[in-house]
């Protein structure tokens, strides 16, 4: 692996290839060996799937609202940068007010003042780079958004709500990882794309498959006219594992591994070492992510306010209770969730703190 200051000898994707291999292995076999028990005949609903997803939607967002804000604070507005935003209608990955009710300001004062660590400001040439590296349709936060809408049967502004508060603390940790490491060194967003993009690309196809071998009775949600066909989910409920048009993404996909290729020369020797370190990170945290919902899902369904189990719970409870629980755990997870989004009070207090962040941001400027 490159060390700091040295010449790159291959490229910058086959790097990251070499140094997170062993990472990528791990994870795969975490997804892998959880993924059916989501499914028939382990699971009677999508309701596991349905919070797994919650999760790494939270990383999407996160990741692509930075991006869209570094755009907005650094790119040219001109329309060139028209072709390479994401078609679907809906709105932008997060709200700034969202993004920023979304950060514990004791955790990152440097979000809130203009005098403590200050973000890096990225070059012209990486901002550039940014806006063109994402051909159409490769953007995933709209689509992720309204899977979880039609799984949970929320509406758009329900959703917001529920996505201010994180699922779970490492969740958060991970959410914050991301700003922190955006914000003190913008070209890490190339590990965040090459990871998830390629994800979604690769290893998406099979997880897909798997998904739509569960029938489309499996994923019924009740809304339009009662139906659910295979069409129906690539727009609404699986849409994260699809892609527009004729060529299922692969057209999407060697656009956007050409992107990358040729920005070989635009980082420096110390940025190839922090995009290459960031995502062996990226693969630690999300293998994080999914122990926490291990521990999600082996606790006691019927106490809501059990605590979880430790993350160090040996493999062999971990993978075994799942079946056993996997239906009653994931409805009452997904009930728990769309009853806290519904609570009035939790609606007015959000809304209180939405009015406290805009005074507060208003004082800033």
């Known amino acids: 692996m490159l060390e700091r200051g040295e010449q790159a000898l291959v490229s910058l994707s086959d790097e990251i290839n070499s140094a997170t291999r062993n990472l990528h292995t791990a994870l795969n076999r975490l997804i892998t060996s959880r993924l059916p028990l ?40 001109g329309p060139a940068t028209a072709p390479f935003l994401d078609p679907s209608p809906a709105s932008p990955p997060t709200s700034p007010l ?9 955790d990152s004062p ?25 051909p159409r349709g490769l953007i995933r936060s709209v689509r992720v958004k309204r899977d979880l809408e039609c799984l949970m049967g929320l509406h758009p502004t329900d959703l917001e709500v529920l996505l201010a508060k994180y699922p779970g603390d ?18 890490t967003l190339v590990s965040y794309a090459w990871c998830f993009y390629m994800a979604v690309f690769s290893g998406g196809r099979w997880i897909r498959a798997g998904l739509l071998r569960a029938g489309p009775e499996f994923w019924q949600t009740g809304e339009g006219d009662g139906k659910t066909n295979i069409a129906n989910l690539a727009e609404r409920g699986l849409s994260l594992w ?12 060697l656009e956007f591994k050409a992107h990358l290729a040729a920005a070989e020369t635009l980082f420096t020797p110390d940025e190839r070492v922090d995009i290459i370190e960031e995502a062996k990170n990226i693969f630690q945290l999300c293998a994080s992510l999914v122990e926490e919902l291990d521990c999600m899902a082996v606790s006691h369904p019927a106490d809501t306010d059990a ?5 160090d719970q040996s493999k062999s409870d971990a993978e075994k209770a799942p079946l056993i629980r996997a239906t009653t755990a994931g409805r009452t997870s997904s009930n728990r969730i769309v009853g806290f989004v519904r609570r009035p009070e939790v609606t007015g207090t959000l809304v209180a703190l939405a009015c406290l962040a805009c005074v507060t941001l208003l004082r800033l400027q």
């Open 170 to 187: 490492k969740v958060a940790e991970f959410c914050t990882h991301i700003r922190n490491a955006v914000h003190e060194r913008p070209w």
């Open 38 to 77: 989501a499914l028939p005949p382990h699971a009677a609903d999508p309701s596991l799937y349905t919070t797994g997803l919650l999760h790494f939607a939270h990383v999407f967002l996160t990741f692509e609202s930075l991006w869209a804000d570094l755009q907005r604070d650094h790119g040219s507005r």
């Open 98 to 106: 969202l993004s920023y009710l979304l950060v514990n300001p004791y």
């Open 242 to 253: 699809h892609f527009p048009g004729q060529f299922d993404g692969e057209d999407i996909k």
């Open 307 to 311: 605590p979880l189990h430790e993350a």
């Open 110 to 134: 440097s979000f809130f003042t203009s005098t403590l660590g200050a973000p890096t400001p990225p070059s012209p040439q990486l901002v550039s780079f940014l806006q063109t590296v994402r």
